[in-house]
């Protein structure tokens, strides 16, 4: 069983599908180590093992964000992300000092990949999981959902076998239903999921909340678009779910398959890393 502790609010992304940023600003602000540590001390003694850092993005800031600070003449702002950079060390060195049993997962963006010093300390901390947001595996349906942050392509199998390579086992959560998607999207996406070695996989629909970007475009184009028992789809919430509009049995099949190795027997990577020792685990990388 997992309990969560989250430990910073608010991303500087702002990806148009994300309710994250619109609810909780983009200045991301750490909670202080000492209650977080507190929380976690307070769970293991009711019995978790197992703790999911539950915030949306725990690299808040990059690498790319320090250069692109030093090229600016705003200290201010550098000092800011070098202090909340430090926090995140600080707090992964508490955590390094909890019982040795302790595992933790938490999500993250893939740039962390390119900081080996982040991910170091993440392994060292036991966070042994983290969901990364692929979204998707080409360069247009990343831009087309502003996460050109990403990597797509090549580049992309490279920075998930980088949190492998650290213990550290992916979660890679795609999104169906993109603009840019096509027939093909399908195979492509579950054949790099399986080529960059993540251990799990989810393939999602996208589905645009209100307030978020998506959501907001989606409503101007579809003002006179169809509607269910007089209800526009735009708010799909309120109709039915046995009475909204499905996208097809044959994508639904496609889209079914993605899911595959990862339930069969062999899933994306075969089996549970909460359990994997180091030692195994080095074997394995
Ligand atoms: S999807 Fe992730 S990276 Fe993008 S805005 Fe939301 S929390 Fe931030």
Redesign the pocket.
Known sequence: MWGSVQTVRG?P???SF?S??RTDGQKPRQRRVADVVREIVALRRVGFRFILLAD??FYPVTLADLAAARRRSDGHHLAGLVQLRQQRFGLMARLEELPEDMVFCTQI?MEAAEDAEFLAAMRRARIRGALV?VESVTSEGLKAVF?NFNDAGEALVGRLQAFRSHDVHVLGSFIFGLPTDTPQTFEATADMAQRARVSFAQFVMLTPFPGTVDFTNWERTMQDGPTVNGIPLTRYWLIPPMERPHSGPRRAERAKRCWQPATGSAGYQGRSPWLVSDQRAEQES
């Open positions: 991303c992304k702002h990806c994300c994250v940023w949306d993005n963006t947001g996460k």
